[in-house]
């Protein structure tokens, strides 16, 4: 066995990471790089998963047959997207049901943006804008993180998020084509979500304390300042032309950055969030946890099966 102290395979590790190339399951990897990626893609498959609950909460109540089928189609979406996402961890030597023990003990995160209500239907079309648009904002580049079954899972995550938030931008589009009512249903949900949304990037880069290594990995290849400066400029245009406004007094262009300036989140109720402390944290993993339980009997059923047609 090779161990981190043999330098042959941390220089082929080394060399791979800086050709820009893919690590693979076979490959050697340091211990820490292989944490990083549990840690990582084990929070974002959480998040996919207790992502479905906001939204799946207005399924039956969805409008019409027409945006029950995409809401229906969307939420399945996300439950695959987890799938791929547990599947890729599982090739770094860690089980979905180890994972999903970690989750419900509280010891593994999922993103700060699911611990938020949606008493409202626009949400439903703010969540698609706003949440999947930030998603793909983050995501895009992990298309090309060094770690091989965790980038090609991305892909296919991305081609079916650009879905997710074409179809929220459609929904909140149809609303402010409505009536006076259903224009204010659409601007006191971005007036709710936006300042969460923008948290979703993660703590400011001098608060960040894996961004550099996991940079340095390549398994992220943007800060979590670019990549939200990134979505803010992506998405001003978007709400010109949808007719909100996003509820930042100091959003603003400058010119001379050629980015836009605009205001600080509150650090300290994202803390609070990702502490636990957040109005659905308790909601969400109580939910998660009973849908855990009521599927005990499909995965005895699964095993019972695998061992007799294994006998067979
Ligand atoms: N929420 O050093 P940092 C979706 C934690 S699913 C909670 O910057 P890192 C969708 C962070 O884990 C979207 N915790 O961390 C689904 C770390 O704590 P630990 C999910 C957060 O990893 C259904 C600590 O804060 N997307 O779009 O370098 C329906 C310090 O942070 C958050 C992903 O998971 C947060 N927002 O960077 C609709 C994308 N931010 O772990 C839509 C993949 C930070 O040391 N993940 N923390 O205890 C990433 O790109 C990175 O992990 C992050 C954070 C940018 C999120």
Redesign the pocket.
């Known amino acids: 066995m090779t161990t981190s102290e043999d330098p042959e395979p941390q220089a082929a590790f080394d060399a791979t990471i800086a050709r820009r190339d893919r690590i693979e399951p076979r490959d050697w990897m340091p211990d820490a790089y292989r944490k990083t990626l549990v840690?990582?893609i084990a929070?974002?498959a959480h998040?996919?998963i207790i992502?479905?609950q906001p939204?799946g909460a207005w399924i039956g109540s969805a409008p019409s047959l027409r945006r029950k089928a995409i809401l229906l189609a969307k939420v399945q979406d996300?439950a695959g997207?987890g799938l791929y996402l547990y599947a890729a961890c599982e090739t770094l030597g860690v089980s979905r049901a180890e994972l999903t023990d970690l989750l419900l003990a509280g010891r593994q995160?999922?993103?700060?943006?699911?611990n938020y209500p949606t008493p409202s239907y626009a949400d439903v079309g703010t969540?698609g804008w706003l949440?999947?648009g930030?998603?793909i904002c983050?995501?895009v580049p992990?298309c090309r993180t060094s770690y091989g079954p965790y980038g090609r899972a991305m892909i296919r995550i991305c081609k079916e998020?650009s879905f997710?938030q074409r179809q929220g931008y459609e929904l909140l589009m149809t609303m402010m084509r409505g009536t006076e009512a259903q224009r204010a249903m659409v601007q006191e949900s971005v007036n709710r979500f936006w300042w969460p949304v923008l948290?979703?990037?993660?703590?400011p880069d001098v608060?960040?304390?894996?961004?550099a290594r996991?940079m340095a990995w390549g398994i992220?290849r943007n800060s979590?300042d670019e990549?939200r400066q990134k979505f803010v400029d992506m998405t001003v245009p978007q709400a010109d032309a949808l007719g909100v406004t996003l509820p930042d007094p100091d959003l603003r262009w400058n010119e001379e950055r050629g980015q836009h300036d605009f205001g600080e989140p509150d650090w300290e109720e994202?803390a609070a969030?990702?502490r636990g402390d957040g109005p659905c944290n308790a909601q969400r993993l109580r939910h998660r946890q009973a849908a855990h339980d009521d599927g005990a009997w499909v995965r005895e059923a699964a095993t019972a099966f695998a061992a007799r047609a294994g006998a067979r």
């Open positions: 840690r990582q929070q974002h998040s996919e992502g479905m939204e996300e997207h995160k999922y993103s700060s943006i699911f969540i949440v999947d930030a998603a983050n995501q992990l998020e997710h948290m979703m990037f993660g703590p608060q960040s304390p894996n961004s996991s992220k979590n990549l994202f969030v990702v």
